[in-house]
C-alpha cells in the first residue's frame, strides 16, 4: 500500500459552525418527509418482492441483511453483478428497511442487491461498524452465488455514513480477514455525500455525545489518515460525489479522498448540481441521472 501524501486537513474548529455545516437535517427543514417517502416505499419493495430479509451474517441482533435477487439474467450470461448498499444515518440512527426503494431499478438491470444492517451509536463505535461491514461483506462474497451473484463483481456503495463505510471497505486487508478472500473482494466502491476525516465531526457537539468518538479512533476510521489502498489486480477505484447544495464541509471532505488517494484510484470527484444531502440519493435510481449513470459504470451494466 502507498503512504498517503501530506495534505491540509485544517478546518474550522467553531463547535457553532462545525454544527451548522454538518448538521444535514437541520440545513433539510424537509427532511422528515423524504425520510418517510423513502420507508414507505420500502415498504412497499419488499410486500412486492422478490426479498429474501433478514439473513444473517454475524451474531449480533443487528448483523441482518436483505438479499434483492437480479429481475433478469445479466447480459451476456453468468452471474448477476452484486451492489452492496451502505445505508446512512450518521452512524446513529436509520435502518436497512428504510433504503430498499433502491432495490428494483437496479434488480431490473439484472444486478443482485444487497443491503446490510449494523448496531447504531452510541451502543457501539464507529470501528466496531466498520468490522461489521467486513463481516457483512465477507459473508456476501461466501454466499451471494446461492442467490444468484457473481462474488467476484462487488461494487459498494453508501450514503453519508454508508459512504464513509465504503471507502473504508477499499481500504480492508481482506486476506487477513479470511484466508478464503481475495484482496480485491471489492471490485469498486461509490461514495455519496461520504465523510472521509472523522476529526470534524469529532468536534460537532449535536453528533459527538452520540459518537463518542475519540482520537485514536480518528485515526483508525478515516480514509483520509490511512494509506491509500492501492488498485489491487485493476480493481478499487472509487467515485466520490456529493450534492452541489450541501454544505462547504461536505464538499470538502469529497475533495479530500482524491488528495489523500490520489486521481487514479478517485477519479470521479464531482459536486452534483441542485441536490441536498438527501435529494442526491433519490438520484442513485433514476435512469437518466448522472449518479445512476456511474452507478451502472462501476457496476458494468
Not at 119 to 141: F, S
Not at 161 to 166: P, R
Request: glycine fraction near 8%; aromatic fraction near 6%.
Amino acid at each position: 500500500m502507498t503512504q498517503c501524501p501530506a495534505m491540509d486537513l485544517s478546518f474550522n474548529r467553531d463547535p457553532a459552525w462545525l454544527d451548522r455545516e454538518y448538521n444535514n437535517r437541520a440545513l433539510v427543514p424537509e427532511h422528515g418527509e423524504i425520510l418517510a417517502r423513502w420507508a414507505q416505499a420500502s415498504h412497499a419493495v419488499r410486500a412486492q418482492g422478490p426479498c429474501l430479509p433478514d439473513l444473517r451474517y454475524g451474531h449480533g441482533p443487528a448483523e441482518l441483511l436483505d438479499v434483492f435477487p437480479a429481475l433478469k439474467p445479466p447480459a451476456g450470461g453468468g452471474s448477476a453483478p452484486v451492489l452492496f448498499f451502505i445505508h446512512g444515518g450518521y452512524w446513529r440512527s436509520l435502518d436497512k428497511a428504510d433504503h430498499s426503494f433502491l432495490a428494483p431499478a437496479f434488480q431490473r438491470l439484472g444486478v443482485c442487491v444487497v443491503v446490510p444492517n449494523y448496531a447504531l451509536c452510541p451502543a457501539v463505535t464507529v470501528p466496531d461498524i466498520t468490522l461489521q461491514m467486513v463481516q457483512a461483506l465477507a459473508w456476501t462474497h461466501r454466499h451471494i452465488g446461492v442467490h444468484g451473484g457473481d462474488a467476484t463483481r462487488i461494487t459498494v456503495a453508501g450514503h453519508s455514513a454508508g459512504g464513509h463505510l465504503a471507502a473504508m471497505m477499499l481500504a480492508c486487508r481482506w486476506p487477513e480477514v479470511g484466508a478464503d478472500l481475495p484482496a480485491a473482494l471489492v471490485r469498486n466502491a461509490l461514495s455519496i455525500s461520504g465523510v472521509f476525516d472523522l476529526e470534524p465531526v469529532r468536534n460537532a457537539p449535536f453528533v459527538q455525545p452520540s459518537l463518542n468518538l475519540t482520537p485514536a479512533q480518528v485515526h483508525k476510521a478515516s480514509p483520509v489518515r490511512l494509506p491509500s489502498p492501492g488498485l489491487r489486480d485493476g480493481r478499487g477505484r472509487l467515485y466520490a460525489v456529493a450534492g452541489g447544495d450541501e454544505s462547504s464541509e461536505f464538499r470538502r471532505q469529497n475533495r479530500l479522498i482524491r488528495e489523500a488517494w490520489g486521481r487514479e484510484l478517485v477519479p470521479v470527484c464531482e459536486d452534483l448540481a441542485g441536490l441536498n444531502h438527501f435529494s442526491v440519493l433519490d438520484r442513485l435510481v433514476e435512469p437518466k441521472h448522472r449518479l445512476h449513470a456511474l452507478a451502472r459504470e462501476l457496476l458494468g451494466v
